[in-house]
T-cell receptor, first 112, second 113 residues
Framework: GEDVEQSLFLSVREGDSSVINCTYT??????LYWYKQEPGAGLQLLTYIFSNMDMKQDQRLTVLLNKKDKHLSLRIADTQTGDSAIYFCAESKGGATNKLIFGTGTLLAVQP | KAGVTQTPRYLIKTRGQQVTLSCSPI?????VSWYQQTPGQGLQFLFE???????NKGNFPGRFSGRQFSNSRSEMNVSTLELGDSALYLCASSLTGVTEKLFFGSGTQLSVL
């Protein structure tokens, strides 16, 4: 199957940590991505993880991958108002293709 | 280095017309792919091109077509527009056609009246 599920909405206070979750169904996915979309803009690649990794950290971002449960999460430390956006996870089988299967998107609202 | 450039930014058409959208990838990138974003269906893959060849195609009717030129610039065309074609059309480029890093443009917002 090609369904990638995310919760629709997350609200946090500025300075707290945010955790956005994603469940995918294709166990053969090779790369998993997190993209950010601000109003009226395209998609900004935040980070990605290869399927043989469990965790990847990049400054305030931490990605956790549980391949057994097909669960991916993005943790944003010290969340700022500028982090308010829609976050999409996406999966790819890798190789010679740019076809990504995107999740439904999670709207992150950061309260000052 | 300039990012992915899509033109026009906004477009209004009426049913039955056709439309052409343009995408200029990041300099040096040889792969271009297109996605449709709607509130109901989310982000869906349309097609991708690498070195002027269509390499993969999503589940869209034949009214949706595209091409890539020798300078890697790409166009997509939608013929006989329907109301349901109203969407944000996003173009993405990558260096080698492997999905490790895919960079998106700001999109073309198409409204069909």
């Amino acid at each position: 199957g090609e369904d990638v599920e995310q919760s629709l909405f997350l609200s946090v206070r500025e300075g707290d940590s945010s955790v956005i979750n994603c469940t995918y169904t294709d166990s053969s996915s090779t790369y998993l991505y997190w993209y950010k979309q601000e109003p009226g803009a395209g998609l900004q690649l935040l980070t990605y993880i290869f399927s043989n990794m469990d965790m990847k950290q990049d400054q305030r971002l931490t990605v956790l991958l549980n391949k057994k449960d097909k669960h991916l999460s993005l943790r944003i430390a010290d969340t700022q108002t500028g982090d308010s956006a829609i976050y999409f996870c996406a999966e790819s089988k890798g190789g010679a293709t740019n076809k990504l299967i995107f999740g439904t998107g999670t709207l992150l609202a950061v309260q000052p | 280095k300039a990012g992915v450039t899509q033109t026009p930014r906004y477009l209004i058409k009426t049913r039955g017309q056709q439309v052409t959208l343009s995408c200029s990838p990041i300099s040096g990138h040889r792969s271009v792919s297109w996605y449709q974003q709607t509130p109901g269906q989310g982000l869906q893959f349309l097609f991708e091109y690498f070195s002027e060849t269509q390499r993969n195609k999503g589940n869209f009717p034949g009214r949706f077509s595209g091409r890539q030129f020798s300078n890697s610039r790409s166009e997509m065309n939608v013929s006989t527009l329907e109301l349901g074609d109203s969407a944000l059309y996003l173009c993405a480029s990558s260096l080698t056609g492997v999905t490790e890093k895919l960079f998106f443009g700001s999109g073309t917002q198409l409204s069909v009246l």
